[in-house]
């Protein structure tokens, strides 16, 4: 069946990194443009980051730009989000999701939490 698994998050002080990780498998993913979501508590779900299925195109949120990037290992069913200078405003369960229309797949969510 479909699984997509995050890993790699937790508790980082201002101004530290964390990269997270999704593996998927249960489809093919090389096919699939794969996004990373987040929800902080009270506010809604929002797009951070986008890649294609090729890896050759990246689009992210404004609030993220130039401190997170992501990429894929198409070898490895893996897609990487990588955080830097993180803020305080980036804590949020962070969701991996895998969209090839019709079809939309969600990982069950990571937390990551940015406090000193």
């Known amino acids: 069946q479909v699984q997509l698994v995050e890993s790699g998050g937790g508790l980082v002080q201002p101004g530290g990194s964390l990269r997270l990780s999704c593996a998927a498998s249960?489809?093919?993913?090389?096919?699939?443009?794969m996004n990373w979501h987040r929800q902080a508590p009270g506010k809604e779900r929002e797009l951070v980051a986008r890649?294609?299925?090729?890896?050759?195109?990246?689009n992210f949120a404004d609030s993220v730009k130039g401190r997170f990037t992501i990429s894929r290992d198409n070898a490895k069913n893996t897609v990487y989000l990588q955080m830097n200078s993180l803020k305080p405003e980036d804590t949020a369960v962070y969701y991996c999701?895998?969209?090839?229309?019709?079809?939309?797949?969600w990982g069950q969510g990571i937390q990551v939490t940015v406090s000193s």
């Open positions: 999701n895998a969209a090839r229309s019709p079809f939309d797949y």
């Open positions: 890649i294609n299925s090729a890896g050759g195109s990246t």
């Open positions: 249960g489809f093919t993913f090389r096919l699939y443009t």
